[in-house]
Nanobody, 128 residues
Framework: EVQLQASGGGLVQAGGSLRLSCAAS????????IGWFRQAPGADYGGVSY????????YYADSVKGRFTISSDNTQNTVYLQMNSLNPEDTAVYHC?????????????????????WGKGTQVTVSS
């Protein structure tokens, strides 16, 4: 069973940075997809970013391209989301999520209900 624990959220001023961490257990970086969703107040979940072992490799939502970077430390089974140039529109609860296989996956990152692992969220608040 995949267990994911996100941390690193907080309150930051616009233009600032935060780094989220996702510690994964029951998960290996062999055949995988792991990344982040977020849910802003009153909104649906949106896919933010992922990294995978498939040809899809990495993904960033248009709204975060050039500002967010996903990375991993495979020895620590941890995935990071470096968030720079934050703006108030980035305010949301951020969830780490994972698929344990890329078999049959179409590179989409828009279905939280389809994840094999889903972590408790961490709140990111960006003040203007």
């Amino acid at each position: 069973e995949v267990q994911l624990q996100a941390s690193g959220g907080g309150l930051v001023q616009a233009g600032g940075s935060l780094r989220l961490s996702c510690a994964a257990s029951g998960f290996t970086f062999d055949d995988y997809v792991i990344g982040w969703f977020r849910q802003a107040p009153g909104a649906d979940y949106g896919g933010v970013s992922y990294m995978s072992s498939s040809d899809c490799k990495t993904y960033y939502a248009d709204s975060v391209k050039g500002r967010f970077t996903i990375s991993s430390d495979n020895t620590q089974n941890t995935v990071y989301l470096q968030m720079n140039s934050l703006n108030p529109e980035d305010t949301a609860v951020y969830h780490c999520a994972a698929l344990t296989t890329t078999s049959g996956w179409n590179c989409a990152w828009n279905d939280p209900d389809g994840m094999d692992g889903w972590g408790k969220g961490t709140q990111v608040t960006v003040s203007s």
